[in-house]
């Protein structure tokens, strides 16, 4: 059964830092990509970042480059999301997701359509 946890969540002020934690299970976590949504209440799931396990590859949406950073540890069957210089506009419940990596596609990374599996999410507020 293919399981995502995340974890790491929290409140934070604006400015801060948190670590996001995504533990993997029930898959060859090295053949796939996983990535990050966040959803804020009363708007739409959005892509946040990808890394492709097979070759390292990593992506982000525009409004997060150069404060978050996605990292893997293959050896834990973890992602995970340092996420600094916090914003209120952060604010949302973050999901970590996978889909085979020979399924994925750069150019649709920041599609829901494309992942396959999801985790059930975790809090992040940014106070201002």
């Known amino acids: 059964e293919v399981q995502l946890v995340e974890s790491g969540g929290g409140l934070v002020q604006a400015g801060g830092s948190l670590r996001l934690s995504c533990a993997a299970s029930?898959?060859?976590?090295?053949?796939?990509?996983i990535g990050w949504f966040r959803q804020a209440p009363g708007k739409e799931r959005e892509g946040v970042s990808c890394?492709?396990?097979?070759?390292?590859?990593?992506y982000y949406v525009d409004s997060v480059k150069g404060r978050f950073t996605i990292s893997s540890d293959n050896a834990k069957n973890t992602v995970y999301l340092q996420m600094n210089s916090l914003k209120p506009e952060d604010t949302a419940v973050y999901y970590c997701?996978?889909?085979?990596?020979?399924?994925?596609?750069?150019?649709?990374?920041?599609?829901?359509?494309?992942?396959?599996?999801w985790g059930q999410g975790t809090q992040v507020t940014v106070s201002s």
């Open positions: 029930g898959f060859t976590f090295d053949d796939y990509a």
């Open positions: 997701t996978a889909v085979e990596s020979t399924q994925f596609s750069a150019s649709f990374f920041l599609a829901p359509s494309l992942y396959d599996y």
């Open positions: 890394i492709v396990n097979s070759d390292g590859s990593t």
